[in-house]
């Protein structure tokens, strides 16, 4: 999988998923991972998450949150090391 992008996972997901019905699945979900069980009702609750202008609604889980949240805090602080070693 680490030779995939993140789009051709998700494509791959959806490829996968699409021929079967995941929620007869969440029981294993859920033993295996409560996290992206969850994300994956939200997914499955909200048909793929499109809306009816057909832009994609982002439903990350918690995990991902907090790596978004990492690597965006991790920036702010590379910024301010930065200006305060070479201030503008």
């Known amino acids: 999988m680490k030779s995939l992008t993140s789009d051709q996972i998700a494509?791959?997901?959806d490829v996968v998923a699409s021929g079967f019905d995941l929620s007869r699945y969440m029981g294993?979900?859920?033993?295996?991972?409560?996290?992206?069980?969850?994300?994956?009702?939200?997914?499955?609750?909200s048909r793929g998450g499109k809306t009816e202008g057909g832009e994609g609604t982002r439903l990350d889980s918690d995990q991902r949150n907090i790596e978004n949240w990492n690597s965006f805090f991790l920036l702010i602080f590379v910024i301010i090391h930065?200006?305060?070693?070479?201030p503008f």
């Open 11 to 13: 494509v791959l997901l």
């Open 28 to 45: 294993d979900f859920k033993k295996a991972d409560q996290d992206m069980a969850a994300t994956v009702g939200k997914v499955l609750k």
């Open 82 to 86: 930065i200006s305060f070693i070479r």
